[in-house]
């Protein structure tokens, strides 16, 4: 029994892990697909970036891509950490 809820809860570890790790692949899919539009807009009008919201998407967006890294090493097991 205890074997069962052993391997229930490292089922349920990894199934967190993934989904976690398939969101921080989609923030930098998104924060790529940003800097490649500013780039097209910089290079047809460069009136057009304003690099305070620059500034404000990519210092969000670190700091969601922060928080879902710590979520991924908090549901890690030690084993699981590569150093």
Avoid: H
């Avoid at 069962?4 to 790529?32: F, P």
């Avoid at 910089?42 to 890294?69: L, P, T």
């Amino acid at each position: 029994m205890e074997n069962q809820n052993q391997a229930s809860t490292a089922g349920k570890e990894n199934t967190t892990n993934k989904m976690l790790i398939g969101i921080l692949v989609k923030l930098r899919e998104c924060e790529q697909e940003f800097y490649e539009q500013m780039e097209i807009i910089g290079k047809q009008n460069s009136n057009e970036r304003d690099a305070e919201k620059e500034g404000k998407f990519y210092g969000g967006i670190s700091d969601c891509m922060a928080s879902v890294g710590y979520f991924i090493g908090e549901c890690a097991k030690p084993a699981q950490i590569i150093f």
